[in-house]
C-alpha cells in the first residue's frame, strides 16, 4: 500500500531499528522520545551521523549498537546539530581509524545531559580515543554547562586524558570508566586519576566537584588505600542533592590482584550504616 503507517502513528515514543535504516522513509521523529539502532552488519558513518540529525524532541535520547562502523574516505560528512539529552554508542568492531575523532569533528550536542561511548564486551580491539577533536566538540556542545553522566568503555583514552576531559566538565554527575578486558589491558583507572578526584576545599586541585556516583571496571592497578581516601572524601561533599555517594568496583578477570578483604569490609560496612552506596565484585 501507498501509506506509512509510522508517519500516522500519533502515539508512538519509541521506536527500535534494525538493520537498514533507509527502509523506513517516515517516522515522526518530532515525538520519538527514545530511539534504539541496531546493526549486526558494516554501517558506515555518515548513514549514522544522518540519523542523529532527525528532529527529535529536546528530550529524546538515542543508543546504537553497531558491529563494524566503516570509513568513509573522501565522502564529506555532514555537520549534525543533534537536540537529544542522551546518546549511547557500542561498537562492536571499530576497525582501524579515528571513529571517535570523525564523530566529534561533526557531531554538536547542545542539551547533551548523558554520553555514553565504547566498544561492545564482545569486540577485539578498544576503540580509539581522540582527544583534541573530544575536547573541541565539548566546548562547542556546551557539555561544561549541561553534561551529568559520562561513560567511557574499552577505549584508548589515557588517565591524563581523562583527566583533561573532566577538566572541562565541571557540572558531572556520575562517571562510568571501564577498562579494556583484553589479554594486554590499557590502564585507565590509577592512582593519580583517583587523586584528582578526590575532594578537598581547592576547586584548583579536585575535579568534578558535584560527583556523586562512580563506577568502575578496572583490572585493579590503583592501590586501595588511594581509593579509600578518594571515597572517604566524596561521603559529605556527595550529598549536595540529597542522595549517598554511590561507589562501585568491578574486577576484570585478568586482573591484577585482588581488592583487599579490609577495603570490601570497610566498604560494606559504611554501606550497612547508609552512609553510602558501595557494590564490590
Given at each position: 500500500?501507498?501509506?506509512?503507517?509510522?508517519?500516522?502513528?500519533?502515539?508512538?515514543?519509541?521506536?527500535?531499528?534494525?538493520?537498514?535504516?533507509?527502509?523506513?522513509?517516515?517516522?515522526?521523529?518530532?515525538?520519538?522520545?527514545?530511539?534504539?539502532?541496531?546493526?549486526?552488519?558494516?554501517?558506515?558513518?555518515?548513514?549514522?551521523?544522518?540519523?542523529?540529525?532527525?528532529?527529535?524532541?529536546?528530550?529524546?535520547?538515542?543508543?546504537?549498537?553497531?558491529?563494524?562502523?566503516?570509513?568513509?574516505?573522501?565522502?564529506?560528512?555532514?555537520?549534525?546539530?543533534?537536540?537529544?539529552?542522551?546518546?549511547?554508542l557500542t561498537i562492536e568492531d571499530p576497525y582501524h581509524f579515528n571513529l571517535l575523532g570523525r564523530i566529534f569533528e561533526r557531531l554538536t550536542l547542545p542539551f547533551g545531559k548523558a554520553l555514553s561511548l565504547g566498544r561492545s564486551r564482545s569486540g577485539n580491539l578498544p576503540l580509539e580515543w581522540d582527544q583534541p577533536h573530544f575536547i573541541a566538540f565539548a566546548f562547542r556542545s556546551g557539555l561544561h554547562a549541561t553534561l551529568h553522566k559520562l561513560e567511557i568503555a574499552r577505549t584508548t583514552i589515557t588517565d591524563a586524558e581523562l583527566l583533561a576531559a573532566l577538566s572541562v566538565l565541571p557540572s558531572l554527575i556520575e562517571l562510568i570508566v571501564k577498562e579494556c578486558d583484553t589479554p594486554t589491558p590499557h590502564i585507565v583507572i590509577t592512582d593519580r586519576l583517583l587523586g584528582r578526584l578526590t575532594w578537598t576545599p581547592d576547586s584548583s586541585t579536585c575535579l568534578v566537584r558535584r560527583l556523586n556516583l562512580l563506577s568502575l571496571t578496572s583490572?585493579?592497578?590503583?592501590?586501595?588505600?588511594?581509593?579509600?581516601?578518594?571515597?572517604?572524601?566524596?561521603?559529605?561533599?556527595?550529598?549536595?542533592?540529597?542522595?549517598?555517594?554511590?561507589?562501585?568496583?568491578?574486577?576484570?578477570?585478568?586482573?591484577?590482584?585482588?581488592?583487599?578483604?579490609?577495603?570490601?569490609?570497610?566498604?560494606?560496612?559504611?554501606?550497612?550504616?547508609?552512609?553510602?552506596?558501595?557494590y564490590a565484585e
Open positions: 500500500m501507498e501509506c506509512d503507517v509510522f508517519e500516522i502513528a500519533p502515539r508512538l515514543t519509541r521506536f527500535t531499528l534494525y538493520h537498514g535504516a533507509g527502509s523506513v522513509a517516515a517516522v515522526p521523529w518530532g515525538q520519538i522520545q527514545r530511539f534504539y539502532y541496531h546493526n549486526s552488519g558494516e554501517y558506515d558513518l555518515a548513514r549514522l551521523l544522518v540519523l542523529l540529525g532527525h528532529n527529535f524532541p529536546s528530550h529524546a535520547k538515542c543508543s546504537f549498537f553497531i558491529r563494524a562502523l566503516l570509513p568513509v574516505g573522501s565522502v564529506a560528512l555532514p555537520s549534525i546539530v543533534s537536540n537529544i539529552t542522551s546518546l549511547r583490572v585493579l592497578e590503583f592501590t586501595d588505600n588511594v581509593y579509600r581516601n578518594f571515597v572517604d572524601s566524596r561521603l559529605v561533599p556527595a550529598r549536595w542533592n540529597g542522595e549517598l555517594f554511590l561507589a562501585r568496583v568491578r574486577s576484570l578477570p585478568n586482573r591484577s590482584r585482588n581488592l583487599s578483604d579490609e577495603l570490601v569490609d570497610w566498604g560494606n560496612a559504611l554501606d550497612v550504616a547508609r552512609e553510602m552506596y558501595f
